[in-house]
């Protein structure tokens, strides 16, 4: 019996991201020469992300910082990376890969909703590759199964100290950017 196994393509950085800008319905992301379809969310990460990017945004009116949405592609050179992180933080001017405009490498902070499928993947490799963005300064990792957020800061000798939220009252404090984020705020109309 001859078995076939499915060959991998591999793409060069500006390949990938010539077919990703013409697709309209669909995401994928980008690791050293491989592309990664990406799935839906469903409706708790939908809503925990909407309440994250609607309260950081209230925060930041008047202010050089912008949240970005998951149509954001956040470049990670050091990687060969290009990634859709569930929200992102831009303070000051922003530095794109090209003139396009739609491919961000110095985001502030990054943001992930977990799900079962991707939580192994965010924890690990993916901050891996984060940590690696010389401008990042917090990586947040909010589960929408549970009440928890785990929030990574980088500290000045470049370690990452992590700080773990598990209570309805609990506010997670962030300083550059200045920013407070109450659990019920994150976790608004999510039933568990």
């Known amino acids: ?11 060069q950085f500006e390949d990938y991201l010539a077919i990703e800008r013409e697709l309209v319905d669909a995401k994928n992301e980008y690791l050293a020469g491989e592309a990664f379809a990406m799935s839906g969310g469903s409706y708790e990460h939908s809503v925990i992300t909407a309440n994250l ?8 009116k008047g202010s050089p910082c ?3 949405t998951s149509d954001m ?12 992180p569930d929200l992102s933080v831009l303070c000051g001017q922003p530095i794109f890969h090209d003139a396009r405009r739609d491919v961000l490498t110095n985001p502030l902070l990054i943001a992930e909703v977990l799900s079962p499928s ?6 690990g490799s993916k901050f891996a590759h984060y940590r690696r963005l010389p401008s990042l300064r917090h990586y947040l990792l909010i589960a929408q199964d549970r009440l928890a957020v785990d929030v990574f800061t980088r500290q ?9 939220y598990e209570t309805p009252h609990a506010v997670i404090a962030l300083h550059e950017p200045d ?14």
């Open 1 to 11: 019996m001859n078995m076939l196994t499915p060959s991998v393509v591999y793409y």
């Open 66 to 68: 912008a949240v970005l």
């Open 53 to 60: 990017t609607s309260s950081l945004a209230n925060q930041f």
């Open 156 to 164: 000045p000798d470049d370690r990452w100290l992590l700080a773990s």
């Open 118 to 123: 991707t939580e192994s993947y965010d924890r």
């Open 73 to 84: 592609r956040i470049r990670v050179a050091a990687s060969d990376a290009c990634f859709y």
């Open 179 to 192: 920013c407070q984020l109450p659990m019920q705020e994150i976790y608004d109309r999510i039933v568990f």
